[in-house]
């Protein structure tokens, strides 16, 4: 059974930085992309950040130049370092990812959430 286990979720002052991780355990045979969503109280869930199994990535406008993704394929684990972080960041951060179990196909999976909270 393959979970995404997210880590790193605390309240920040504005201005301060977080580290998000997310690693992903189980029987696997391969990952591709491994992501990040947000959903802040009483809104849609949104896209933060993705980046591919060779490295590229893709970040969504309201984050970039603040935020930077980043995996380790070896320990099957994915980052969100944040910076410069505001107020309107405040929501909970799920991991994302594609992964293929062994003698499985390939499915989306979700983490748990990690509540991000920026304030004075």
């Known amino acids: 059974q393959v979970q995404l286990v997210e880590s790193g979720g605390g309240l920040v002052q504005p201005g301060g930085s977080l580290r998000l991780s997310c690693a992903a355990s189980g029987s696997i045979s391969s990952i591709e992309a491994m992501g990040w969503y947000r959903q802040a109280p009483g809104k849609q869930r949104d896209f933060v950040a993705r980046?591919?199994?060779?490295?590229?990535?893709n970040y969504a406008d309201s984050v970039k130049d603040r935020f930077t993704i980043s995996r380790d394929n070896a320990k099957n684990t994915v980052y969100l370092q944040m910076s410069s972080l505001k107020p309107e960041d405040t929501a909970v951060y799920y991991c994302n990812s594609d992964i293929r179990a062994t003698n499985d196909r390939l499915r989306n999976y979700w983490g748990q959430g990690t509540q991000v909270s920026v304030s004075s």
């Open positions: 980046i591919r199994r060779l490295g590229s990535t």
